[in-house]
């Protein structure tokens, strides 16, 4: 698995999580890098992407609870989930952006219910 995403877990709706996803070098290596989701019965979607200059774009979505940020030293990307919503229940991956096919990991599954 070349990217390892991991920090999910059962969140009751309000409640946060920290999502982390690490690579090697070769991967990270100053490229743009995004959070991706899929719940069940729909299509993976970007969630959030980072570039090395730290800029940041959202998906509508989640933009004022989320937030992407990047660690360019551990080659690790990171995802705040604030407010969450029983709507963000999914299993989260990271890659690169555009994505790659090859890097798709086991990603990491967020399920948020009372």
């Known amino acids: 698995v070349q990217l390892q995403a991991f920090g999910g877990g059962l969140v009751q709706p309000g409640g946060s999580l920290r999502l982390t996803c690490t690579t090697s070098?070769?991967?990270?290596?100053?490229?743009?890098m995004g959070w991706y989701r899929q719940a069940p019965g729909r299509e993976r979607e970007l969630v959030a992407r980072?570039?090395?200059?730290?800029?940041?774009v959202y998906d509508e979505s989640v933009k004022g609870r989320f937030t992407i940020s990047r660690d360019n030293y551990k080659y690790t990307v990171y995802l705040q989930m604030n407010s969450l919503k029983p709507e963000d229940t999914a299993v989260y991956y990271c890659?690169?952006?555009?994505?790659?096919?090859?890097?798709w990991g086991h990603g990491t599954l967020v399920t948020v219910s009372s």
């Open positions: 070098q070769n991967i990270f290596n100053r490229r743009n």
């Open positions: 890659n690169r952006w555009p994505s790659r096919g090859d890097y």
């Open positions: 980072i570039n090395n200059n730290d800029d940041t």
